[in-house]
C-alpha cells in the first residue's frame, strides 16, 4: 500500500499573506473559494493517509464522474488516474508518482472521497459493459 508523504498536506495551503491581501483588497468570494478548496484538499489528504492511494477514487461535486487511482500497467513505478463516467472510461494521465496522480484529478475537480467498489459498481451495470 502507498500513503502520501507529510509534504502532501502542504501542496494547496496557500500562503497566509496570500489570503490576507485577498481580506484587504475586499475579494471575500475568492477568499472563500481559496479556503474551500484547501478543506477539500485535506480531506482527500486525510483519507489518503487512512486507505492509501492505490485503488483510491475521487468523485466530483456532482457524482456523475470519477477518478481512480492505480500503478500504470505500460510504465512501471509510474501511476495513473483513470476517469469514468456510467457510460465508460473517458481519459487517464501518467505521473512519477501516486501523490501527483491524486494532485492532477484534484485540479480537474475530482475533489471528494468516493468508496473503492465504485469502480466495480458502474463496471457491473449492464450499460457500461455493452
Avoid: C, N
Avoid at 475579494?27 to 474551500?36: E, F, M, N, Y
Amino acid at each position: 500500500m502507498i500513503f502520501p508523504s507529510a509534504q502532501m498536506l502542504t501542496r494547496k495551503d496557500p500562503s497566509s499573506d496570500l489570503l490576507e491581501l485577498l481580506s484587504q483588497m475586499g475579494q471575500g468570494s475568492i477568499h472563500s473559494a481559496i479556503v474551500q478548496k484547501q478543506k477539500q484538499w485535506r480531506a482527500i489528504v486525510e483519507a489518503a493517509a487512512r486507505y492509501g492511494l492505490e485503488g483510491f477514487t475521487m468523485t466530483t461535486e456532482d457524482r456523475t464522474r470519477w477518478s481512480v487511482i492505480t500503478p500504470d500497467p505500460q510504465m512501471p513505478s509510474s501511476f495513473r488516474y483513470t476517469l469514468f463516467d456510467r457510460k465508460g472510461f473517458f481519459g487517464h494521465g501518467v505521473y512519477a508518482t501516486a501523490e501527483a496522480a491524486v494532485e492532477a484529478a484534484f485540479d480537474m475537480g475530482y475533489r471528494f472521497l468516493d468508496k473503492t467498489s465504485r469502480l466495480d459498481e458502474v463496471a457491473a451495470a449492464s450499460w457500461f459493459s455493452h
